[in-house]
Antibody, heavy 119, light 108 residues
Framework: EVQLVESGGGLVKPGGSLRLSCAAS????????MNWVRQAPGKGLEWVSS????????YSAESVKGRFTISRDNAKNSLYLQMNALRAEDTAVYYC????????????WGQGTLVTVSS | EIVMTQSPATLSVSPGERATLSCRAS??????LAWYQQKPGQAPRLLIY???TRATGIPARFSGSGSGTEFTLTISSLQSEDFAVYYC??????????FGQGTKLEIK
């Protein structure tokens, strides 16, 4: 069974840092591009960042560029999101999502981890 | 950036009836559109990709159509479990991947 499990969320003060993780199982992790998508409370979905299967290509939304860094460890079947200089508007549930093939839809999502930025 | 606009924001439909949800792209995205369903407290679930292909395990009452800039998700006979929020997403021109703001399908 394909499974994605996020962890690392929590309460952090503005300006602080947090590292999210996503553990993948049930598929060949190293063959897929992966993404982070977030959802602020009561709001819609916002794509955050994407990383190709071998980390060659990395893209991020303008809203997080220079503050968030996506990475992966294929040996550990894990995806990461390092979040620095956090702002109140970064408060959201963060989902990791598998990209079916390069430049395509997201066919599998984790259950999400909540990040709250507040003093 | 391609802007995706969904309508209506909220749709009230009775069980057993048909629901039609719309999604418009600010420029042509060919057929590179996906639909997702999200229930409260749950992650989004892929329903449709390539504008009209149902994902694995998705019932036949869900159908997608359209190309270019205008797309439609139709649920032919609403079941109780279909009441949720639906999002469209384009993957034709990225980054960024962009989503519509969602349509909430509620029981009438």
């Amino acid at each position: 069974e394909v499974q994605l499990v996020e962890s690392g969320g929590g309460l952090v003060k503005p300006g602080g840092s947090l590292r999210l993780s996503c553990a993948a199982s049930g598929f060949t992790f190293s063959s897929y591009s992966m993404n982070w998508v977030r959802q602020a409370p009561g709001k819609g979905l916002e794509w955050v960042s994407s990383i190709s299967s071998s980390s060659t290509y990395i893209y991020s939304a303008e809203s997080v560029k220079g503050r968030f860094t996506i990475s992966r460890d294929n040996a550990k079947n894990s995806l990461y999101l390092q979040m620095n200089a956090l702002r109140a508007e970064d408060t959201a549930v963060y989902y990791c999502a598998r990209e079916y093939s390069s430049s395509s839809w997201f066919d599998c999502w984790g259950q999400g981890t909540l990040v709250t930025v507040s003093s | 950036e391609i802007v995706m606009t969904q309508s209506p924001a909220t749709l009230s439909v009775s069980p057993g009836e048909r629901a039609t949800l719309s999604c418009r792209a600010s420029q042509s995205i060919n057929g590179n559109l996906a639909w997702y369903q999200q229930k409260p407290g749950q992650a989004p679930r892929l329903l449709i990709y390539g504008a009209s292909t149902r994902a694995t395990g998705i019932p036949a009452r869900f159908s997608g159509s359209g190309s270019g800039t205008e797309f439609t998700l139709t649920i032919s006979s609403l079941q109780s479990e279909d009441f949720a929020v639906y999002y469209c997403q384009q993957y034709n021109n990225w980054p960024p991947f962009t989503f519509g703001q969602g349509t909430k399908l509620e029981i009438k």
